[in-house]
């Protein structure tokens, strides 16, 4: 070998520091170092799984995450204007309501149907204050919807303003008023609304809303239940049961109730709108609709090629 030969290879050997790190950089060099070696996989954890291996099916498994609490629902309370300026009657055909608004408040003009004192199979009138207009105290909405008083002597009501109708209930400690004068006995209790013509047609309609009010009603006592203490829970309970025979002695007067269901809806929706503001949420947005919602139109289906103006111009032919 000639000396100008091992120059290069002398420059090398002297650039490397000792003979350890001269090994090593020939096994590099020549492929026989640790490059030339696989990887070692990390030594597993005592207890632990390699990556990627199924957990045993004995593993114990982490507690799921506790449901969320429940919260009210919250309906949307009525308007007022639906009620203001109606012909409404008890149980749909009995009687007549009709509320104004002016800029003094409310007022309303009520006749009672009722029974002859003297004579209990004959039927009988009473308008209130003469037919003239009853001056209504505003009490708020303390329970979730507007809620009226009269102050009559003889016979104070309490007004709650629902949806297109209006539950009335006696001021008094007896549900019946007596009016000497006019010997005649009424008990203005129940649901002033519509009669049985125009709520036929809307039983669809109140069906549905029904499912949604009755599904307020028993979140909104789930809520109460909850949040109450142990020996509160039992009274909870039974105004629930109290609530559901309230109705049915309430709605069975109604004209037609059976076939459009108008009477349940409302209470069970003034129930409802009570329970959300005794748990506070008086005024808060509503959480769902008693209204059902419109139906979806499908557009028509198109076929390629068609020209979308040929049945006009057919018919213009």
């Known amino acids: 070998m000639q000396p100008f030969r091992l120059l290069p290879l002398l420059a090398v050997l002297m650039a490397v520091p000792g003979p350890a790190a001269a090994q090593s950089f020939f096994e590099e060099l020549f492929g026989i170092g640790r490059a030339a070696r696989p990887p070692v996989p990390p030594a597993p954890v005592p207890g632990g799984r390699a990556p990627g291996e199924a957990p045993p099916a004995d593993a114990p498994r982490p507690a799921p995450a506790p449901p969320a609490p429940p919260k009210p629902v919250v309906l949307k309370a009525p308007s007022d204007d639906s009620v203001l300026g109606q012909d409404l009657q008890q149980n749909g055909n009995a009687g007549s309501l009709r509320l104004e608004r002016g800029a003094a408040g409310f007022s309303a003009r009520i006749t009672l149907a009722g029974t002859k004192v003297s004579q209990p199979t004959e039927s009988c009138q009473v308008p209130l204050a003469g037919g003239s207009p009853i001056v209504l105290n505003d009490g708020g909405r303390a329970e979730g919807v507007t809620r009226l008083t009269s102050a009559d002597a003889v016979c104070p009501l309490r007004f709650d303003l629902l949806d297109g109708s209006v539950l009335v209930t006696s001021g008094a400690e007896s549900e019946t008023c007596v009016f000497q004068a006019a010997d005649c006995a009424a008990t203005p209790k129940g649901l002033w609304g519509p009669g049985a013509?125009?709520?036929?047609?809307r039983a669809q309609e109140f069906d549905t809303a029904r499912g949604v009010a009755d599904k307020a009603v028993r979140e909104n006592y789930k809520v109460m239940t909850q949040r109450a203490r142990r020996e509160d829970v039992r009274p909870?309970?039974?105004?629930?049961?109290?609530?559901?025979?309230?109705?049915?002695l309430m709605c069975r007067s109604y004209v037609r109730e059976g076939t459009h269901g108008y009477c349940h809806v409302r209470f069970t929706e003034g129930r409802a709108l009570a329970l959300a503001a005794r748990l506070g949420m008086a005024g808060a947005a509503p959480t769902a609709s008693a209204a059902p919602r419109p139906a979806r139109r499908r557009p028509a289906p198109t076929v390629e090629g068609a020209n979308p103006g040929g049945f006009e111009g057919a018919a213009d032919q």
């Open 236 to 248: 909870i309970v039974t105004e629930q049961a109290a609530f559901s025979s309230d109705r049915e």
């Open 197 to 201: 013509a125009a709520l036929v047609p």
